[in-house]
Nanobody, 121 residues
Framework: QVQLMESGGDSVQSGGSLRLSCAAS????????KAWFRQVPEKKREGVAA??????AMYAESVKGRFSISRDNDYMMYLQLNDLKPEDTATYYC????????????????WGQGTQVTVSA
């Protein structure tokens, strides 16, 4: 079992920045591929960024050039959000251990509880 906990969500104005963190439980598998998703009410969970154990990163088109995913050598993963727009408003979730399919399919074994990002115009 892997427990994930997100932090760093906040309310910011358009153009602002935030840094989200995702802490995995100690002694969990450090090599698991991980990802960030986001979701707004009544819409599907959307993949935002993903990173594998070699730190190869991929991004959704909507966030390329604005968001940056990273991970350390232990249990932390981050998402730097720059030039935020109102359409980035969502609950952001971290996920670990993809079960198959495309990186941005919400088909991961482990999920955090989410952190809210609100961007005002």
């Amino acid at each position: 079992q892997v427990q994930l906990m997100e932090s760093g969500g906040d309310s910011v104005q358009s153009g602002g920045s935030l840094r989200l963190s995702c802490a995995a439980s100690v002694n969990s598998d450090k090599s698991l591929a991980k990802a960030w998703f986001r979701q707004v009410p009544e819409k599907k969970r959307e993949g935002v960024a993903a990173i594998d154990s070699l730190r190869n990163a991929m991004y959704a088109e909507s966030v390329k050039g604005r968001f940056s995913i990273s991970r350390d050598n232990d249990y932390m993963m981050y998402l730097q959000l720059n030039d935020l727009k109102p359409e980035d408003t969502a609950t952001y979730y971290c996920a670990a251990d993809p079960l198959g399919g495309w990186w941005f399919e919400p088909n991961y074994a482990y999920w955090g509880q989410g952190t809210q990002v609100t961007v005002s115009a």
